[in-house]
């Protein structure tokens, strides 16, 4: 019954049977951990919209409840302040585990507490993807649930091929200062893989590339919302090293339809879902500029370490097995990004509380 729920529901699958008029389909119970993040937020809206029942399961580390307040007073809707690294007991159909603390850059954009946040970030990083997936995993086992990772393109370290194909395996520094994220990233890939073999659960990965869009944490160190947020305010661009690194940027609802399909389809993955138009830094300074101030300025600072050099997906599995691919270009989405910034920047109201 599940699974006609899903086919009923997602208007992708051709079940061949004819639902009488007015028959509602069954709702589904669907939880989202870090649901009230950037990414995980914009997920919720949709499923709300198809008419889900929703549960987000949020720690509040990166997220904020202002990106899901619209939904609280809906019967429909639950949110639950939770720790994914503590065990989680709830009875839902599918699992979206998103709950990842985000840019592990955090540190060099708070030098003052850099050493307390750098130790704190990255224990959390370990901690969250390790023990925080296997908990999602084994509450997936015990209900029956399909269960989404958002894996993510560091998995590919600083790539030796491409575009990045998901049959390629990485070049990752396994003791490098960014290795807690990709390696905690592939631990969880290994733990869901783990999980899909021998125990049967129904997964599904996705490696999501560099996502922007409105709801981005303000300062949280990301390269679209520094730049966004550093022309609005009038101060410098701050390019890293020689700006001549490439990055491919995404616009939030495309990922989200890529992850609904991906999690309403029959393939496991792992999926790549990114846009491949790549750009350099300073490429994306200048459509910055276009988009905000063509007089604002660019300031180079040194480069991180183990700094990828380039990165771009390889979407022909998501084009050809999930009829996924991405549709908004980084001119048509970053207005939207800027639009909120603009409004959360110049509020009266200060932003960051929970
Ligand atoms: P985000 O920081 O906005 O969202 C993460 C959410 O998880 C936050 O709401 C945070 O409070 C919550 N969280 C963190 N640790 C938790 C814990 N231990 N227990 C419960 N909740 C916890 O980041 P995002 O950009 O929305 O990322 C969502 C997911 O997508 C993450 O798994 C991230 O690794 C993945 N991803 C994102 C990108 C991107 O460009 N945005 C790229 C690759 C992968
Ligand atoms: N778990 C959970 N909710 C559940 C079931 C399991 O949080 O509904 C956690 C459980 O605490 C354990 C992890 O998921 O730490 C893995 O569970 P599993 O049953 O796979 O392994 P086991 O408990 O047998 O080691
Ligand atoms: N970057 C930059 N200026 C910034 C922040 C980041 O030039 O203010 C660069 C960073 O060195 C990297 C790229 O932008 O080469 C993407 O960084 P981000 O942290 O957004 O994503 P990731 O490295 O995880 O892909």
Same mark, same amino acid.
């Given at each position: 019954?599940?699974?006609?729920?899903?086919?009923?529901?997602?208007?992708?699958?051709?079940?061949?049977?004819?639902?009488?008029?007015?028959?509602?389909p069954k709702s589904l119970r669907?939880?989202?951990?870090?649901?009230?993040?950037?990414?995980?937020?914009?997920?919720?809206?949709?499923?709300?919209?198809?008419g889900d029942s929703?549960?987000?399961?949020?720690?509040?580390?990166?997220?904020?409840?202002?990106?899901?307040?619209?939904?609280?007073?809906?019967?429909r809707?639950?949110?639950?302040?939770?720790?994914?690294?503590?065990?989680?007991?709830?009875?839902?159909?599918?699992?979206?585990?998103?709950?990842?603390?985000?840019?592990?850059?955090?540190?060099?954009?708070?030098?003052?507490?850099?050493?307390?946040?750098?130790?704190?970030?990255?224990?959390?990083?370990?901690?969250?993807?390790?023990?925080?997936? %296997?908990?999602?995993?084994?509450?997936?086992?015990?209900?029956? !649930?399909?269960? #989404?990772?958002?894996?993510?393109?560091? *998995? @590919? /370290?600083?790539?030796?091929?491409?575009?990045?194909?998901?049959?390629?395996?990485?070049?990752?520094?396994?003791?490098?200062?960014?290795?807690?994220?990709?390696?905690?990233?592939?631990?969880?890939?290994?733990?869901?893989?783990?999980?899909?073999?021998?125990?049967?659960?129904?997964?599904?990965?996705?490696?999501?590339?560099?996502?922007?869009?409105?709801?981005?944490? %303000?300062?949280?160190?990301?390269?679209?919302?520094?730049?966004? !947020?550093?022309? #609005?305010?009038?101060?410098?661009?701050? *390019? @890293? /090293?020689?700006?001549?690194?490439?990055?491919?940027?995404?616009?939030?609802?495309?990922?989200?339809?890529?992850?609904?399909?991906?999690?309403?389809?029959?393939?496991?993955?792992?999926?790549?879902?990114?846009?491949?138009?790549?750009?350099?830094?300073?490429?994306?300074?200048?459509?910055?500029?276009?988009?905000?101030?063509?007089?604002?300025?660019?300031?180079?600072?040194?480069?991180?370490?183990?700094?990828?050099?380039?990165?771009?997906?390889?979407?022909?599995?998501?084009?050809?097995?999930?009829?996924?691919?991405?549709?908004?270009?980084?001119?048509?989405?970053?207005?939207?990004?800027?639009?909120?910034?603009?409004?959360?920047?110049?509020?009266?109201?200060?932003?960051?509380?929970?």
């Amino acid at each position: 019954p599940r699974r006609i729920a899903y086919e009923l529901h997602s208007g992708h699958v051709n079940t061949g049977v004819r639902i009488p008029l007015g028959l509602k389909p069954k709702s589904l119970r669907v939880l989202v951990t870090g649901g009230s993040g950037f990414v995980g937020s914009h997920l919720v809206d949709r499923l709300m919209a198809r008419g889900d029942s929703v549960i987000v399961v949020d720690n509040f580390f990166t997220g904020r409840k202002e990106n899901i307040l619209h939904h609280l007073r809906n019967p429909r809707f639950e949110l639950i302040r939770h720790d994914v690294v503590e065990p989680l007991l709830l009875e839902v159909d599918q699992i979206y585990h998103l709950a990842c603390p985000a840019s592990p850059v955090h540190y060099k954009y708070n030098p003052v507490k850099t050493i307390i946040s750098f130790k704190a970030f990255f224990f959390t990083d370990h901690k969250t993807n390790v023990v925080g997936t %296997l908990n999602m995993l084994g509450l997936a086992k015990r209900i029956n !649930a399909r269960f #989404l990772l958002t894996s993510t393109s560091e *998995v @590919y /370290g600083d790539p030796l091929e491409h575009p990045q194909v998901e049959t390629y395996w990485g070049n990752v520094n396994p003791i490098g200062v960014r290795s807690c994220y990709d390696e905690g990233k592939r631990v969880a890939e290994t733990l869901t893989m783990d999980y899909h073999r021998g125990l049967n659960i129904e997964v599904r990965i996705a490696r999501i590339f560099n996502t922007y869009g409105p709801r981005m944490c %303000l300062d949280d160190g990301r390269v679209v919302s520094n730049f966004v !947020a550093q022309a #609005l305010r009038k101060e410098p661009m701050t *390019v @890293y /090293g020689d700006g001549k690194q490439t990055r491919s940027f995404q616009y939030v609802s495309d990922l989200v339809e890529g992850l609904m399909r991906l999690m309403e389809g029959e393939h496991v993955g792992p999926f790549n879902l990114g846009n491949p138009g790549e750009f350099t830094m300073l490429e994306l300074a200048k459509v910055v500029q276009d988009t905000i101030d063509p007089n604002a300025k660019i300031e180079f600072r040194p480069n991180t370490e183990d700094d990828p050099h380039k990165r771009k997906p390889d979407i022909t599995r998501a084009k050809e097995l999930l009829g996924w691919q991405p549709m908004v270009p980084l001119h048509e989405g970053l207005p939207m990004m800027v639009s909120d910034f603009r409004q959360r920047i110049f509020s009266h109201h200060r932003e960051g509380g929970n």
